[in-house]
């Protein structure tokens, strides 16, 4: 149950990528790894002309996965200002966290009484208390906490689902 519709990430620095494969292999049924992402990432002409931003940047950037996704067909929206409703409202919903010093992506994936829920790609499926995700969870001076959703451009495909919680996973996943 633990890495059960979550994709591991395989480097250090490709947390968004992973996680973003993750939204795309159970939210839509996208057969997209890691490493494509990442691949196709890593050939933008900003990185070929500059490889050492991946290692600055520590990984890419929500604007770099949006860029992935608007170019595959879908829409990657940015939200800023959020609240946890409007996680719980969006969700799945990627969204950046600091954790043992690091910044890195994880799926907020919805919350049940007073636990969470997250795919992390480091990790896989787990729980914390609402009060340890708040503190965790990346705020910026001008836009605050943020999020990073992936919608479906074309009406003909339609949402898996396979990323709403069940109530046992908060029960197994702590």
């Known amino acids: 149950m633990r890495h059960e519709h979550v994709v591991v990430q395989k480097w250090d620095l490709s947390c968004g990528t992973a996680a973003l494969a993750t939204l795309l292999n159970y939210q839509y049924g ?8 990442a691949k196709a990432l890593i050939d933008r002409k900003e990185y070929l002309e500059n490889p050492d931003w991946i290692k600055v940047r520590q990984g890419f950037s ?6 992935y996704v608007d170019a595959r067909g879908y829409e990657g929206i940015g939200y800023g200002k959020l609240t946890l409703e409007d996680l719980v409202e969006r969700a799945p919903i990627m969204v950046p966290i600091k954790t043992n010093g690091y910044n890195h992506f994880v799926i907020f994936r919805g919350i049940w009484k007073d636990r969470v829920l997250l795919a992390d790609p480091a990790w896989g499926n787990r729980t914390m208390l609402v009060e340890q995700f708040e503190d965790i969870w990346l705020e910026f001076p001008t836009v605050g906490k943020v999020g990073f959703v992936v919608n479906s451009s074309h009406p003909e495909i339609t949402p898996e689902n396979r990323l709403i919680p069940r109530p046992e996973e908060f029960l197994t996943l702590r």
Not at 31 to 36: A, I, L, Q
Not at 62 to 67: A, F, I, P, S, V
């Open 30 to 37: 996208d057969p997209v790894s890691e490493r494509e992402i």
């Open 62 to 67: 929500l604007l770099d996965l949006k860029r």
